[in-house]
């Protein structure tokens, strides 16, 4: 099965920075588009940043010029790199990833377990 295995969260300042990976792990075919989401407390899961496997990258507008995506295809590892966080940065961040099996015919998103990064004044 595949598998996405996040680290890096923790609790800053606010104005620090944090960077965050995302290991996908498997039986895995190739994998396109790669991604960010965060679920503050009380709130819905909102999208952050996406890349897809070009590099072409796609930032939420509340993060746009503060936070990075990227990866390696190599090492099958997706990073977001967060600077000047905000105490409105606090929540739940969740890795995903579409995912082509090895011998599936299509592909499946995979979701990982989720790290509490929380940003203090």
């Known amino acids: 099965q595949v598998q996405l295995v996040e680290s890096g969260g923790g609790l800053v300042q606010a104005g620090g920075s944090l960077r965050l990976s995302c290991v996908a792990s498997?039986?895995?075919?190739?994998?396109?588009?790669m991604g960010w989401y965060r679920q503050p407390p009380g709130k819905q899961r909102d999208l952050v940043a996406t890349?897809?496997?070009?590099?072409?990258?796609n930032i939420a507008d509340s993060v746009k010029g503060r936070f990075t995506i990227s990866r390696d295809n190599a090492k099958n590892t997706v990073y977001l790199q967060m600077n000047r966080l905000k105490p409105e940065d606090t929540a739940v961040y969740y890795c995903?990833?579409?995912?082509?099996?090895?011998?599936?015919?299509?592909?499946?998103?995979?979701w990982g377990q989720g790290t509490q990064v929380t940003v203090s004044s």
């Open positions: 498997g039986s895995i075919s190739s994998i396109n588009d």
């Open positions: 890349i897809t496997s070009g590099g072409n990258t």
């Open positions: 995903n990833a579409r995912v082509w099996p090895q011998g599936s015919f299509r592909y499946f998103s995979y």
